[in-house]
């Protein structure tokens, strides 16, 4: 076996086993990078940069329809990424339910993206907590993955302008949000 | 053939019949979504989650198949352990085909090469010795028989 190359494999045969590894490899490649975790959104702000935020129509959660974060504009909105049987959500849910209703008169809004779950399961959940900030469902984590989201929760800060100014990876605390989103809601779109 | 048409009968609602769904079938055929093992292996919150999912499904009596469905409704195609034949997924099916397919051809070229090049070997080195020659490579080889 250690004798044989390619070069005894007839000339016809080389593009089609060149083009079947090439496919092969592509094929790899593009199964890494797809369930890789994009940290392009934390780069920027660690640049001090503010990006556009990610749209995606998504179903309302409890509701009939879609809506988008795009539907909220000129709001600053407090995107959280949550699911029912995630702990550290369950814990943060009070404190983003009173921060929604703070900020709504400031023209702010907590807006919940509901993941990965039955919404059956996400509505019983809201009832038992009292929460009423509206929430939209991100069935497969779709969306979330264009925020980069790897765990639960994330919460993300968009201005009036639509773009992130800040992002949390892990449970939001009362000290994070005095220190972003309270000079957000001053700023005007 | 009163007996024979009852015992077609029992035959034909029994092959008609769906199996009843049970938790330990679906589990191995279905993935954690977060933990991207399979349910039957794994603990987190959002296994546990599925597999209440699963029982209230199976008590409301739904099949294997019914259910599967609504995994995929509740969580996305990812729930399923099996990709599905179609879109992107459908390359996990033909990539190790075409791989299998791939492989036999290699084997079955290097196979056709190695026989011609053995047949090669076999044949005769060169011509046949004259007698004089043959006479006195006998006489050589008798020396080492003594």
């Known amino acids: 076996l250690a004798g044989i190359t390619l070069q005894g494999v007839r000339p016809r045969l080389y593009w089609p086993i060149t083009l079947a590894a090439a496919a092969l490899v592509g094929l ?8 890789g975790t994009d940290t392009s959104l934390d780069e920027s702000l660690a640049k001090g940069k503010r990006v556009e935020a990610p749209v995606a129509e998504l179903p309302r959660l409890g509701g009939s ?30 404190l983003l339910q009173r921060t929604h209703e ?7 809004v907590v807006l919940g993206i509901d993941t990965q ?22 069935r497969d984590r779709e969306y979330g993955r264009k925020y980069g989201v790897s765990a639960y929760p994330e919460t993300f800060l968009i201005d009036r302008d639509g773009r992130v100014a800040a992002l949390r990876r892990g449970p939001v605390t009362q000290q994070w949000l005095d220190q972003h989103l309270t000079p957000l809601l001053k700023e005007q779109a | 053939v009163r007996v024979l048409l009852a015992l077609v009968l029992i035959l034909g609602l029994a092959g008609a019949a769906e199996p009843k769904a049970s938790l330990p079938d679906i589990e191995d055929e279905v993935m954690c979504v977060e933990c991207k093992t399979a349910l039957n ?3 987190s919150p959002v296994a546990n989650q599925e597999r209440d999912f699963i029982r209230e499904k199976i008590a409301a009596g739904l099949d294997k198949k019914q259910i599967k469905a609504a995994l995929v409704d509740a969580y996305g195609p990812a729930v399923l352990a099996e990709p599905e034949a179609k879109g992107f997924d459908l390359s996990a099916w033909l990539v190790p085909g075409a791989l299998v397919a791939l492989a036999a051809a290699g084997v079955a070229l290097m196979a056709r090469r190695w026989r011609r090049s053995g047949a090669a070997a076999a044949e005769p080195a060169g011509p046949d010795l004259d007698p004089d020659d043959a006479r006195r490579l006998d006489a050589e080889l008798a020396t080492f028989d003594r």
């Open chain 1, 28 to 35: 790899l490649a593009y199964g890494l990078t797809a369930v």
């Open chain 1, 65 to 94: 329809g879609m809506s988008s974060l795009a539907d909220e504009k000129g709001k600053v909105v407090v995107l959280n990424v949550w699911a029912s049987w995630c702990p550290p959500c369950k814990s943060e849910m009070p």
């Open chain 1, 102 to 108: 703070k900020i709504a008169p400031q023209g702010g």
């Open chain 1, 117 to 138: 779950e039955p919404p059956e399961k996400a509505l019983a959940f809201l009832s038992e907590k009292h929460i009423t900030f509206p929430s939209l469902r991100d």
């Open chain 2, 41 to 43: 292996v794994s603990t």
